[in-house]
């Protein structure tokens, strides 16, 4: 991929610190817009942990506005429900236990994502990185980089390593996740805002070969997305890798509410899952039992943040806002920033600049993404009947998600955009 010949490189270098998701759609983003930049990589190489991850429409829209070939080249590998009928079914939902809502097995609502929209629509986190990668010159990439510290300098910021290296940029992109050390460095270390917080919810993960996923369930439940709704827990199953696999997650309530080891991703005890179903249904039971590869993951999300920047340095993604998956649009939210932050650096031609495409961003950006935090903790809770007050109430319960996803889902993300750029031009001109 390379730059469009008839623009001129900025006057200016990007630090883009973390090669996740948000990280790669940004460099993606700033290449096509000629914004110079350098990512680095704490690992040793690209890396995805995990298996499906799921994208709603705005997600799509994103990338195909951070370019085309990149959302030509997603829907080439992704994974839609399998019936034509269910091509714009986000969810359907069970009862995957007796609950207010039905008796076990019972179908309990539909949730669509609108006319001419996909509905569930997901890829494996493994094959979408690899896609991302093939965007990104290798030679503007440095992997065994952590992040230890941030300096204010003259010319921009100064990157310390662990490894004991230094680099200098003239702004720097935090894009390091959960646990980011770049956060610490926005918002200060003894800030509580700085630290992720453990969401009381922890989830089984795991992988069915769909030819066993049929036989155990049939072809409507097996390839196609289905969600199925318990007291204190929800379990979600839709195909991945184009069909021959189901993807599983098990999410509880962990009933004492702490998170007591220092790993949040831990190898699984299969009679603790079962211990934790018991009460449910024989669905559920079945498909828990048919699980390969699992692991348990803790799930923990970051307090509302006051802002997303420090003089040039800036946050996004999952640094900024990391959300739990109940609603599937912490990646999308991603993919929004990138699209939005790579063309607000656009925007402006002197790196003095810098810091006020920044605060454009957080202007735009933090209050969409901090809401996502605050209405996907509390989607987990309605996904878990844990005293909404809409649980004995079918009707309400599907308006209430309707609801929830659809400001996600319909979002003009170029609307926004033209917010930024408009607030960006007063900006420079104040400081003309």
């Not at 499906?52 to 839609?80: C, D, M, Q």
């Not at 440095?142 to 680099?167: M, P, Q, T």
């Not at 992109?173 to 270390?189: E, P, T």
């Not at 449910?280 to 943040?305: C, N, Q, R, T």
Request: proline share 4%.
């Amino acid at each position: 991929m390379t730059s469009p010949a008839s623009q001129n490189q900025k006057p200016f270098t990007i630090a883009i610190l973390g090669g996740g998701i948000a990280g790669l759609s940004l460099a993606i983003g700033l290449h096509k817009r000629s914004v110079p930049f350098h990512l680095y990589e704490s690992a040793p190489a690209f890396a995805e942990v995990g298996a499906g991850v799921a994208f709603g429409p705005n997600s799509l829209r994103a990338l195909k506005l951070i370019a085309p070939e990149l959302y030509e080249g997603y829907i080439e590998r992704a994974t839609h429900n399998a019936f034509d009928r269910k091509k714009c079914t986000w969810f359907d939902f069970y009862a995957g236990m007796d609950t207010g809502l039905g008796k076990a097995g019972k179908h309990i609502v539909e949730v669509t994502t609108g006319k001419d929209e996909l509905g569930q629509c997901s890829i494996h986190r493994a094959v979408f990185l690899d896609l991302l990668v093939s965007f990104v010159p290798q030679e503007r990439v440095s992997f065994g980089k952590r992040v230890i510290g941030v300096e204010e300098v003259d010319a921009g910021v100064r990157l310390r390593f662990d490894d004991g290296s230094e680099a200098e940029a003239s702004a720097a992109v935090g894009c390091d996740g959960v646990k980011s050390n770049i956060r610490r460095f926005v918002l200060g270390s003894e800030a509580e805002s700085a630290h992720p917080q453990f969401t009381r919810k922890y989830a089984y993960r795991g992988l069915i070969p769909m030819i066993k996923a049929v036989d155990l369930l049939g072809d409507e439940l097996a390839k196609n997305s289905v969600m199925w709704i318990g007291r204190h827990g929800h379990v979600l199953t839709f195909p991945i890798e184009k069909g021959k696999v189901m993807n599983v997650v098990a999410f509880r309530t962990k009933a004492d509410g702490q998170w007591n080891d220092d790993h949040w991703v831990l190898p699984m005890d299969r009679q603790s899952m079962e211990s934790d179903f018991a009460d449910w249904g024989s669905s559920v039971k079945k498909i828990l039992s048919l699980m390969e590869k699992p692991d348990v993951w803790a799930l923990f999300d970051y307090p509302p943040a006051p802002t997303y920047y420090r003089g040039r340095t800036c946050i996004a993604g999952d640094a900024a806002h990391a959300s739990t998956p109940h609603q599937g649009a912490g990646a999308g939210m991603a993919l929004e920033d990138s699209y939005v932050l790579a063309a607000l650096l656009a925007e402006i031609e002197d790196a003095r600049e810098l810091e006020e495409a920044f605060k454009a961003f957080d202007a735009v950006r933090r209050g969409r993404t901090q809401r996502l935090v605050k209405t996907s903790r509390e989607c987990g809770k309605v996904f878990d009947c844990e005293g909404t007050g809409i649980e004995e109430d079918r009707e309400a319960w599907r308006r209430d998600l309707n609801e929830r996803h659809k400001w996600i889902w319909d979002n003009d993300l170029e609307v926004d955009l033209r917010e930024g750029l408009k607030m960006l031009k007063g900006q420079k001109a104040r400081l003309a």
